[in-house]
């Protein structure tokens, strides 16, 4: 509604549409595209398909890494197939095929999961938390939190994936960082 109310001032003109390119979970902050042409809206659809969108997040986790005797702080990808449960949770699995018969939601009841890829840095590490630059190569539901959660730093405030902690009353996940050819100019953006 706001970024409608925005256009329809800047344009003076009423109904003006914007077309959502990604979503964040309710939960999460950050950066979030729009487009303001159909068009736009789809070469950018088809880029976030193609995985030619640029996303970094900001997480921070419950526990530390061992880096003991590294000089630079641990990284890693972590790899699973995803499929929503009954209840509306996003569950991990190490096969596509391993969804628990009757336990699959939407597309994911033919027993199939979905590929999901995330990459991690640890930028620093505290007593029990750590911050994270996360990078998606796949978009699935919930999946940072999903995959923090599968290494056994679930982020802070996420009681839904098996946080313990939530000091500032909110899931500390940002999205930092979005990148994309932009359709009118050709350039590459980073926002």
């Known amino acids: 509604g706001l970024v409608k109310d925005y256009l329809a001032a800047r344009v003076r003109k009423r109904g003006r549409k914007a077309w959502i390119i990604h979503r964040l979970d309710k939960e999460a902050s950050g950066l979030l595209v729009f487009a303001k042409s159909e068009r736009a809206f789809e070469r950018l659809k088809d880029d976030l398909r193609a995985k030619r ?20 702080l641990p990284s890693g990808t972590v790899q699973s197939f995803m499929y929503e449960d009954r209840e509306g949770l996003m569950r991990s699995t190490t096969s596509p095929l391993s969804v628990p018969k009757g336990h699959g939601r939407g597309d994911d009841e ?44 679930s982020i802070v405030g996420d009681w839904r994936y098996g946080a313990k902690t939530d000091p500032i009353s909110r899931l500390c996940l940002h999205a930092t960082e979005l990148g994309f050819d932009h359709r009118g100019t050709g350039q590459s953006v980073r926002y």
Do not use: C
């Open 53 to 72: 969108v640029h996303r970094l997040y900001s997480a921070v986790v419950e526990g530390t890494f061992d880096s003991a005797g590294a000089r630079q």
């Open 110 to 153: 033919e027993g199939e999961a979905k590929a999901a890829v995330t990459h991690y840095q640890v930028l620093h590490a505290g007593h029990s938390r750590s911050l994270l630059r996360v990078r998606l190569e796949t978009g699935r539901k919930n999946q940072i939190r999903v995959h923090m959660q599968n290494i056994g730093h």
